[in-house]
Antibody, heavy 119, light 110 residues
């Protein structure tokens, strides 16, 4: 059973950088799947941030592309998210997930972690 | 890519059927079968319920079914149960290798 677990600071100052890690267990990050970040502002819907393949190939949401970096660490079986120049609008629950490459469906999700942007 | 349009809420009594729509355009939903549906009970992570329009992952009850007509995909819950309450989201894996979610629908069991 694949499991994903997000970790990182729960509070980030405005204009700072949000950094999260997603640890993958029960499966290899070198698989044919893609690895995803999604966020959900309080009381709002889901928003796709970006994805990475184990080769390092990435795709980002155009609305966030200028501020986002997703990277993979195959030796630790984990991938990470960095979002810079954050504002209060970036306050959200951040989820990592696994995407089935052929279907584009997210079959495994982390539990999510709340990141608040505030001074 | 704009969010796909879903009704804000639907409701039904136990045992009834409800259908949630997910409307896009001929350029996205209308020409692409990589539509998925997710269930999100309050305070929990989303769970995959349907992929590729109408396929159910292992473990998802057959009360949940998906379909598509034209630019609109739909999720139907038959024999509604109290445990089905929560938010439901459709999503689309686009031809440009990006993902877009629907606006979300709150399902209430009366």
């Amino acid at each position: 059973q694949v499991q994903l677990q997000e970790s990182g600071p729960g509070l980030v100052k405005p204009s700072g950088t949000l950094s999260l890690i997603c640890a993958v267990s029960g499966g290899s990050i070198r698989s044919t799947n893609r690895w995803i970040w999604v966020r959900q502002p309080p009381g709002k819907g889901l928003d796709w941030i970006g994805e990475i393949y184990h080769t390092g190939s990435t795709n980002y949401n155009p609305s966030l592309k200028s501020r986002v970096t997703i990277s993979v660490d195959k030796s630790k079986n984990q991938f990470s998210l960095k979002l810079n120049s954050v504002t209060a609008a970036d306050t959200a629950v951040y989820y990592c997930a696994r995407s089935q490459t052929l279907t584009g469906s997210f079959d495994y999700w982390g539990q999510g972690t709340l990141v608040t942007v505030s001074s | 890519q704009s969010a796909l349009t879903q009704p804000p809420s639907v409701s039904g009594s136990p045992g009834q059927s409800v259908t949630i729509s997910c409307t896009g355009t001929s350029s996205d939903v209308g020409s692409n079968n990589r539509v998925s549906w997710y269930q999100q009970p309050p305070g929990t992570a989303p769970k995959l319920m349907i992929y590729e329009v109408s396929n159910r992952p292992s473990g998802v009850p057959d009360r949940f079914s998906g379909s598509k007509s034209g630019n609109t995909a739909s999720l139907t819950i038959s024999g509604l149960q109290a445990e089905d309450e929560g938010d439901y989201y459709c999503s689309l894996y686009t031809s440009s290798s990006s993902y877009v979610f629907g606006s979300g629908t709150k399902v209430t069991v009366l």
